[in-house]
């Protein structure tokens, strides 16, 4: 299979080239295989999630997200497995579970990131990981059993042992990031939080200081200024001025929303069960907003906002 050329974006610090758009093994996959596992008490490779991770890569994709928590590993596994596509021509990002205080889930790892990396590499086998996260700055002394600069220490020595390839975290804001900033010895290369028009600081300052530090901010949730089912109201701002400027510029809806992600210098990480939503995804490399359209969708942004992970932590 011929892999499509894909920008990307360079990290600082390994100068790393990390594809400028990845797609998702979490989000809906995440809560399938969950449910699933509620329901059953088991949780068992899905076939159909194996499907859409097999047609992301046939779309296009070679940037992967995947997360220990998600239990979707050995699907991501098998979908990279099967593709044939060279190891060194795909992207993929793990993350370690730290446990989730909201959710009452102890951490599968409780000795730390470096168990995580070992476990996944096993499933995956493969060498090493092209980035590896620490989930979320959430952690409680009941679900793991070490602190966040402990945690980032275990990362650092995974990265001395070329087990990963570049380091970094998710969902951190400017405190607990200056907290490993201050102690480490290789600091994050990247951020990955929540992120699009309608939340562009998941918490305050968090944009800035990542661009200052040179941490590559990641974007989840990049399509909800698209997604009816996560704004449920009719009057939103963007609603009238993405339609327009979609018709504009001759692209769908979440093509614009994509775009306008990738253009603010961070990577967006979407998902979708739909082949042809995948193939269509690329199209945002095919234009660029003016400054002025660029700058009136943000500022409209501003003026909203909508968060749909984490409330209970960040609000
Ligand atoms: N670090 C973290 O804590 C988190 C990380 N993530 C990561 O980010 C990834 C992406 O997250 P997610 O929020 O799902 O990403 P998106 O914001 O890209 O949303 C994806 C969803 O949008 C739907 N969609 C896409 N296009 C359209 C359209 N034109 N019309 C209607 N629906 C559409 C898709 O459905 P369809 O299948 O029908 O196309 C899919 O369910 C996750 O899989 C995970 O890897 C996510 C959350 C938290
Ligand atoms: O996609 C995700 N959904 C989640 C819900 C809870 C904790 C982490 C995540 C994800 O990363």
């Not at 400028?20 to 088991?42: C, D, M, P, V, Y």
């Not at 793990?94 to 590499?121: A, C, I, M, T």
């Not at 070490?146 to 998710?170: D, H, M, P, R, T």
């Not at 660029?288 to 968060?307: A, H, P, W």
Request: contains cysteine; charged residues 25%; aromatic residues 12%.
């Amino acid at each position: 299979m011929t892999l499509a050329k894909i920008p990307t974006f360079t990290l600082a610090r390994t100068g790393a080239a990390i594809p400028a758009l990845g797609f998702g093994s979490g989000s809906k996959h995440r809560i399938k295989k969950w449910e699933n596992a509620e329901k059953t008490g088991e949780a068992p490779l899905d076939a159909d999630i194996v499907d859409v991770l097999s047609n992301a890569i046939k779309a296009g994709f070679t940037h992967l997200d995947g997360a220990e928590t998600y239990t979707t590993r050995g699907e991501l596994a098998l979908a990279v497995r099967n593709s044939g596509v060279p190891r060194e021509q795909l992207w993929i990002t793990d993350k370690f579970d730290q446990g989730w205080p909201h959710y009452d889930r102890k951490s599968p790892s409780p000795s730390g990131p470096r168990e995580s990396v070992l476990k996944g590499l096993e499933t995956f086998q493969m060498e090493y990981y092209d980035l590896f996260l620490i989930h979320a700055q959430f952690f409680r002394e009941d679900l793991v059993g070490l602190s966040i600069v402990e945690a980032w220490q275990q990362l650092e020595q995974c990265y001395e042992e070329g087990l990963v390839k570049n380091i970094g975290v998710s969902n951190f804001d400017v405190q607990h990031l200056q907290q490993i900033v201050d102690a480490a010895k290789y600091k994050p290369q990247v951020n990955q939080i929540e992120y699009n028009l309608y939340l562009q600081n998941q918490t305050e300052g968090i944009a800035d200081y990542c661009r200052k530090h040179e941490i590559q901010l990641e974007a989840y949730c990049p399509l909800t200024p698209i997604l009816d089912a996560r704004i449920n109201d009719e009057n939103h701002p963007l609603k009238p001025v993405i339609r327009e400027m979609a018709d504009k510029y001759n692209v769908s809806p979440n093509i614009l929303a994509l775009r306008w992600v990738y253009q603010s210098g961070v990577i967006p990480i979407t998902t979708s069960s739909n082949f042809e939503r995948m193939k269509q995804t690329f199209q945002i490399f095919d234009f660029e907003l003016s400054e002025k359209d660029f700058n009136t969708l943000k500022s409209i942004g501003q003026t909203y906002t909508v968060r749909t992970h984490f409330n209970q932590y960040f609000d």
